[in-house]
């Protein structure tokens, strides 16, 4: 992140220098590379990247982001895009880097040293996301959660401050030797995401090869205690082609999952579990290992999934092996490899993460066209190769990468570089001077106090305190603008939901497992529409003077604006079928309605005449639908139409298709708006 002033600063410096000159000047700042000034040389003894020019550096050497606990420096409030994300939550970065040293994993060679953000630091980043975006769930995330120093202290903290705004916390990376008594009783009251554990391999001596530091012991202990909590649901991960990894190995993960299954009194836990074959990566200890043939994985995958076959509450799923392949042809090739992709672009192979899309023959006859044959890349690698990623400095040295691969073959484990330094390299520039604590956590109390036995009940006096908890209810009209022109029904309503949240006002919550604000939402708008007339329903537990609640809401700076607020609803107003109709407008953008739709004046008048039918056929009911009982009124006034429509039954759009044959690449030609909800028309 440091780097990225440096770079704006340099691009504002040369502005007015050519393209070529820009890249000297950026080449010159300590961790960007420029691959236009290297070239690429292929000898017996590896793949050499070299400076093809004087004055540019032989290795590129990594920057750290060393200041990660400075609050000025961290990405908050985060940017939140109108449509929904993957991960809808606040990202709380918590530790950077792994002291771990699994020896398949180039996430933690590659974040080295351990960086933790301090308990105050993390506070005031949810605070802050808190206020801004109104997140529903906190995520603290790092390559593994669990090993934050103190991270019991840190949930106990979080939840008390978050609990009564109804906020989850999810820690999504969790390792299952650091379930310790008391983590586990935090954690599974706590934590209410899904729970994954990560074995990876089904023996004691393919884990210590790996140098995934778990006892079998110790995975049994941690389903045994989620099973306890009323966990009925464990995600498990495995990994197949490990280097040295036998067909014992393969057995032992098939006799391990029916371990953990058997282990629900009544057989009742749900297992998915995830096999993905081993993919080797650069600046990792198996860097030098090779990556198994399609045949020989799919082998091994095509036996763990036989022997749960007749079990339905044990789900198999394993990434895919071609995409495997070529992902292990990609992350350790070197330049002609670009070309290989180059030439699968542009064969359109280019939303190939999603297995519908993804086609293998394009990158086979990709590959055969510009010479690559895929063995070359999966191979196994000489120890004296020299590899065209060796001109990158992550400060790992090649000499600890390389004892520990030869480690691996002895089945001697690491242990974490907390307890002990390992002399791996990483900290040098960085001295990493982190003890494992554990937190004096007598004075720390989860409030509202739970304990295992109380749990339970606990959350039913809850419940039953909030049925009689006094609700005012609040009608809030806003307008929906042209900048959210796009955004469908469900993102405006993520949109509202944020924005209640972080409004603090005296919100009245659903009840179970994941409670939200009660709120209800008016009709929805078709995509493509602005609106003059939306409303949602909010229920608060006190009674707020309407103009109070509507400067407040209009202060939370959001993309709606809100003109009205209305109380104490009757039920019958509180009925989304209070408003069957609405009054729509229909115009040209730019430019006279009759060039979008040729002949609409006489179309209506032969509507409002009643000369002839006019339908619209239903392609997917298979029906036709007389429009003259969807539409009741219709005019054009002051180069503007003006209907009236039932709002159930035929959208706009159908209407405008039906009645006046609208072609579909002219709809961005019409700027559509809701006027006005209906109770009824008046005559």
């Not at 933790?116 to 593994?144: F, Y």
């Not at 603008?481 to 993520?494: A, Q, T």
Request: proline share 4%; aromatic share 10%.
């Amino acid at each position: 992140e440091e780097i990225v002033i440096d770079i704006g600063e340099t691009l504002l410096e040369n502005r007015e220098n050519s393209r070529i000159e820009k890249l000297h000047a950026l080449s010159k700042i300590t961790g960007v590379y420029m691959p236009q000034f290297y070239h690429q040389v292929i000898d017996s003894n590896g793949v050499y990247i070299l400076p093809n020019e004087n004055g540019i550096p032989n290795k590129i050497n990594k920057v750290f982001f060393s200041d990660f606990d400075n609050m000025d420096k961290m990405h908050t409030p985060q940017l939140v895009p109108v449509i929904e994300s993957v991960h809808n939550r606040a990202a709380i970065e918590i530790m950077r880097g792994c002291s771990r040293g699994c020896r398949f994993c180039a996430a933690g060679m590659f974040y080295r040293p351990v960086r933790e953000r301090s308990k105050e630091t993390i506070s005031k980043s949810i605070q802050i996301e808190k206020k801004c975006n109104g997140w529903d769930e906190i995520a603290l995330l790092s390559l593994s959660s669990s090993d934050y120093t103190d991270i019991s202290a840190l949930i106990i903290e979080m939840y008390n401050r978050l609990h009564q705004q109804k906020i989850s916390i999810s820690l999504p990376s969790l390792r299952i030797d650091n379930f310790d008594e008391k983590f586990q009783d935090i954690a599974y009251q706590v934590i209410h995401s899904g729970l994954t554990f990560a074995p990876e391999a089904g023996t004691q001596r393919l884990r210590d090869i790996i140098n995934k530091n778990i006892t079998e012991q110790e995975i049994m202990s941690a389903v045994k205690t989620a099973i306890a909590n009323g966990r009925s649901s464990i995600k498990l991960y495995f990994m197949i082609g490990l280097p040295y990894e036998t067909d014992e190995d393969i057995t032992a993960i098939i006799s391990l999952i029916k371990k953990i299954y058997q282990l629900h009194p009544r057989q009742k836990l749900k297992l998915n579990i995830t096999i993905s074959p081993f993919i080797p990566k650069p600046f990792t200890p198996f860097q030098w290992a090779e990556h198994q043939s399609k045949e020989i994985l799919i082998k091994k995958i095509t036996k763990i999934r036989n022997a749960f076959s007749h079990n339905r509450k044990i789900n198999i799923k394993y990434h895919s092996i071609e995409q495997s392949l070529l992902e292990a042809v990609i992350a350790r090739g070197d330049r002609r490899i670009a070309n290989l992709i180059y030439s699968a672009y542009k064969k359109m192979a280019i939303f190939d993460g999603w297995n519908e899309c993804f086609d293998f023959t394009i990158w086979e006859e990709s590959a055969k066209e510009n010479n690559i044959v895929w063995n070359e890349f999966i191979r196994e690698r000489k120890i004296t190769e020299t590899f065209p990623w060796d001109h990158i400095n992550l400060y790992i040295k090649k000499s600890f990468l390389l004892e520990e691969y030869s480690k691996a073959s002895q089945g001697i484990t690491t242990p974490d570089c907390r307890k002990q330094c390992l002399d791996c390299g990483a900290c040098e520039e960085i001295r990493m001077k982190l003890e494992k604590k554990h937190a004096n956590l007598q004075h720390l109390e989860i409030f509202p106090t739970i304990k295992n036995q109380e749990f339970k009940s606990s959350r039913i006096q809850e419940f039953k305190n909030s049925r009689v908890q006094e609700i005012t209810k609040y009608r809030v009209w806003y307008k929906k603008g042209e900048m959210l022109k796009y955004s469908s029904h469900r993102d405006i309503m993520r949109i509202i939901y944020r924005l209640v949240r972080k409004s603090e006002l005296p919100l009245f919550f659903t009840q179970g497992f994941s409670p939200h604000p009660k709120v209800s939402f008016g009709p929805a708008l078709p995509l493509g529409m602005i609106s003059d007339s939306e409303y949602f329903d909010l229920s608060l537990t006190a009674d707020l003077l309407e103009n109070g609640i509507l400067k407040h809401l209009n202060s939370m700076n959001t993309s709606i604006e809100i003109y009205n607020v209305e109380k104490n609803l009757s039920k019958n107003k509180s009925s989304m079928l209070y408003y069957p109709y609405e009054l729509i407008q229909v115009r040209a953008i730019d430019q006279d309605l009759n060039n979008v739709l040729p002949g609409f004046q006489s179309i209506i008048d032969e509507f409002q005449n009643q000369n002839r039918e006019f339908a619209y056929i239903d392609d997917i009911k298979h029906k036709k639908i007389d429009l003259r009982e969807i539409v009741k009124k219709i005019l054009y006034q002051d180069g503007k139409m003006k209907l009236i429509k039932k709002i159930e039954g035929v959208n706009i759009f159908k209407i405008l298709d039906g009645m006046f044959q609208l072609q579909q690449r002219n709809l961005h030609l019409l700027m559509l708006k809701r006027l006005k909800l209906l109770h009824y028309i008046s005559t």
